[in-house]
């Protein structure tokens, strides 16, 4: 299903879909996360796997829902990417080498392990609750919270 990044249309989208009674095994999102599982809670009926982005909203729901069954797995993909583009951009402009190709790894966080839980309560909460709490790609970025803030 296509939502166009909106969570309203994601919220409208799962809804439809846990009323129509189909199977559903697990859910993949790129973003649009904490409003499945908010769904599932709306409707009372068993969590289902659920993949999505490492936002604080569904960070929080990774922790807090655990207990109830919520298993999940939180994959960065942050807006620092774009950071990190116009940062590589701007060293080739002022003459330096860079390499043609740079590959940026994912880190994959899930609920069950606490390695990954304990990566969220450490150290997240920058912004609100759709905002990323991965603000740094290597030395290719330099955002903080601070900056988050300003």
Request: glycine share 14%; hydrophobic share 35%; with cysteine.
């Amino acid at each position: 299903m296509f939502t166009g990044w909106s969570n309203d249309k994601g919220s409208q989208q799962i809804k439809d879909l846990l009323a129509s009674g189909k199977k559903i095994d697990g859910v993949w999102t790129s973003g649009i996360d904490s409003v499945i599982v908010d769904a599932y809670k709306s409707a009372s009926v068993k969590f289902v796997p659920v993949v999505g982005a490492d936002n604080n909203g569904f960070i929080a729901q990774m922790i807090e829902d655990k207990g109830a069954g919520l298993v999940a797995i939180a994959v960065t993909n942050p807006p620092a990417v774009g950071g990190a583009g116009l940062g590589l951009a701007l060293a080739i402009l002022e003459g330096k080498k860079e390499p043609h190709v740079i590959h940026l790894t994912p880190h994959v966080y899930v609920n069950t392990d606490e390695a990954g839980t304990t990566r969220w309560t450490s150290g997240a909460g920058c912004g609100g609750s759709g905002w990323s709490d991965t603000r740094r790609l290597s030395a290719r970025t330099r955002s903080t919270c601070a900056s988050c803030r300003s």
